[in-house]
């Protein structure tokens, strides 16, 4: 028995914008829950754009019977705002957020009440105690909008410090940077687990540019053989399983806790992943 074919993972969805979206997201999630999901999150928009769809994909997936996490992001956001947001999704039931600062939307200037994460935390911790499992998130490649390696890294801490319970990390194709993470936050004091975020790759041009937008790493020798393979999607997704797969195996064999899968709405590269693990039969 594979130490994967135990070890609790998570999937991430953004709220589809369209009903054809929508309908598709259900099939992809229903051949998803195979994997016996900890829990799903779903993910909301710059300044809050996303939070109707956000909270109505939450809601399908609790009636579903899988534990759902709201991403919960506070640019631009008041108390208020936060407070009676809290309640909604307490009275839905959700047990579980992934709390942001979230990214600015374009043109937006610095506004609302909270700075930080790390002030949205405390204030969640402070109006609903212990209601909520807290996740935050943390960068093993520096965010991009960091002043230093320090700076992020104290940054984490203050977040962890507030009140988190978990954290996950952006994704990242260096297993070291991930390990360094972990040795250089448990020296500040962070016991809580640090979930590596795990982006599966089908396509070149997306993932060059999602990761160009948030600073996340792609090493050269991969970008190299990506580039190489041109518009052969069959070989860029088979090269995509085996890189992503070893990093999984490297990560689980170095203490991983779980495993957080950026899934992009999409099922196949996921499944083939995990059952490459022995989270699947074959």
Known sequence: MSLASHLPISLEFFPPKTPEGAAKLRTVRQALY??????????????????EGTFATVAEILAEGVPAASHFSCVG?????VRAQLATLQAMGVKRLVALRGDLPSGYGAGGEFHYASDLVAFIRAETGDTFQLEVACYPEVHPQAKSADADLNA????????????????????????????DARKLGVTIPIVPGIMPISSSSQLMRFSDACGAEI??????????????TAS???FGLDVVTDL???????GAPSLHFYTMNQSLATLEICKRLGRLAA
């Not at 900890?38 to 996303?50: K, L, P, Q, Y």
């Not at 956001?77 to 705002?81: L, S």
């Not at 999984?248 to 170095?254: K, P, T, Y």
């Open 34 to 51: 195979a994997l016996k999901p900890e829990f799903c999150s779903v993910t909301f928009g710059a300044g809050g754009s996303t939070q």
């Open 77 to 81: 956001a008041t108390k208020a705002t």
């Open 156 to 183: 984490f801490a203050i977040k962890v410090h507030a009140g988190a319970n978990s954290a996950m990390t952006q994704y990242f194709y260096n297993a070291d940077a991930y390990f360094r993470l972990v040795e």
């Open 219 to 232: 090493p050269r020798w991969i970008r190299l053989r990506l580039q190489g393979f041109g518009d052969d």
């Open 236 to 238: 860029i997704k088979a």
């Open 248 to 254: 999984c195996e490297r990560l689980i064999a170095g």
